[in-house]
């Protein structure tokens, strides 16, 4: 018998930070409206705030597809020259704040979080008391919306902190990189896209390119182990999480617009195949893949930081060498971190299927 409408489920999309490859977020969201999906709830850090907020303004895939293959450099990033050199290391940052502003305002409607009629949270940090801000809840929605979105964004040393409402701001992913703890809030499942911290992959050289390069090196190491804590201990609600590989392309380049905007469509197409497996679990991470561990005897050697990691999964046997205790699992994306914790890559996280064909087609999963 039919038990009456199906209530529909309170879904709320959470796009993370990443700079530049944020632009994956808006093939994502195009994937998004046309699954006709329709957030309760947008939330967003940094370049992820920015595709929140104009979202939830009521921008159009194709006005923000537009945007984001004319976008150029001069439209965020101009030198600081005469704060950097009258003011020398008392200067506020390397670049000035008017462009970044204006991208704001551009794309972001006028208001505040209340004038908004999809709801909407924007991570920030108020630098002054050094405590994490979530404009949107409770209390912080009766601030200009695009003063939030531009603090969000305010990379510490690349911009101008922001003033929102009566607090001074710095960039939302110095904490959350990506907010899904505070927008599970009300929500019955969670679609959190992540573009820029789902892995750390070899960067050599890094010590020679700059100050700036390794400042984003050591920012990216610590926002990765921060989300992986966050994501390593969910339970509910469910949560689908989609992540674009744009580990290979850089934070702030502008080549690659195109393959962002289609590769964050194709992963969040190929994730809206197990929306409702999701949405009938009671909680944790999808879509979930049956893997495989699998240790390189030789180039182990017995260090055991992946037991220290890992001590449900890894153990050491009489020979000093790591084993997995239990071979095959059940994996989501945000799970794999066993193996980028071996510092010589003795350890694989495999799909079953994959790692039974031949061993040269394997294909690793990264955390």
């Not at 990189?177 to 679609?191: E, F, H, K, R």
């Not at 050591?218 to 674009?244: C, D, N």
Request: charged share 20%.
């Amino acid at each position: 018998m039919n038990g009456g409408p199906r209530i529909r489920p309170r879904i709320g999309v959470v796009f993370g930070g990443g700079a530049l490859k944020g632009m994956a977020h808006v093939g994502a969201l195009r994937a998004l409206r046309e699954a006709g999906i329709t957030p309760r709830l947008y939330a967003g850090s940094s370049i992820g705030a920015v595709i929140a907020a104009a979202a939830a303004s009521g921008r159009t895939v194709e006005e923000l597809t537009d945007r984001a293959l004319r976008v150029r450099r001069r439209d965020l990033f101009r030198i600081n020259h005469v704060g950097m050199l009258m003011d020398r290391m008392l200067s506020r940052s390397i670049y000035l704040e008017s462009p970044l502003r204006s991208l704001c305002e551009e794309l972001v409607a006028e208001g505040t979080f209340d004038d908004f009629d999809t709801p909407l949270l924007v991570t920030a940090v108020d630098i002054e008391r050094g405590i994490p801000m979530v404009f949107g809840r409770p209390g912080f929605s009766d601030v200009r919306v695009r003063d939030a979105v531009y603090a969000s964004c305010a990379l510490p040393g690349f911009f101008p902190p922001g003033v929102v409402g009566n607090r001074v701001c710095i960039d939302g992913g110095t904490t959350d990189n990506l907010p899904v703890t505070i927008a599970s809030m009300g929500m019955d499942a969670l679609i959190a896209v992540d573009v820029g911290i789902a892995d750390v992959p070899l960067a050599t050289g890094i010590a020679a390119q700059g100050f700036a390069s390794i400042f984003m090196r050591a920012a990216t190491m610590m926002m990765y182990k921060q989300q992986q804590s966050t994501l390593e201990r969910w339970t509910t609600p469910p949560m689908l999480l989609v992540r674009p590989k744009v580990s290979h392309i850089g934070w702030f380049s502008f080549s690659h617009v195109e393959e962002l905007l289609q590769m964050g469509y194709d992963t969040m197409q190929a994730a809206l195949v197990h929306l409702d497996t999701m949405l009938a679990a009671p909680g944790g991470i999808f879509p979930r893949t049956t893997v495989e561990i699998v240790v390189d005897r030789d180039r182990c050697t017995g260090c055991a930081l992946c037991v220290a990691r890992s001590p449900a999964l890894m153990a050491i046997d009489a020979q000093r060498k790591a084993y997995a205790l239990v071979r095959e699992h059940e994996f989501s994306p945000a799970d794999g971190s066993v193996a980028s914790c071996c510092p010589t890559d003795a350890i694989a996280v495999v799909p079953v299927a994959t790692h039974r064909a031949p061993a040269d087609a394997a294909v690793e999963i990264s955390a």
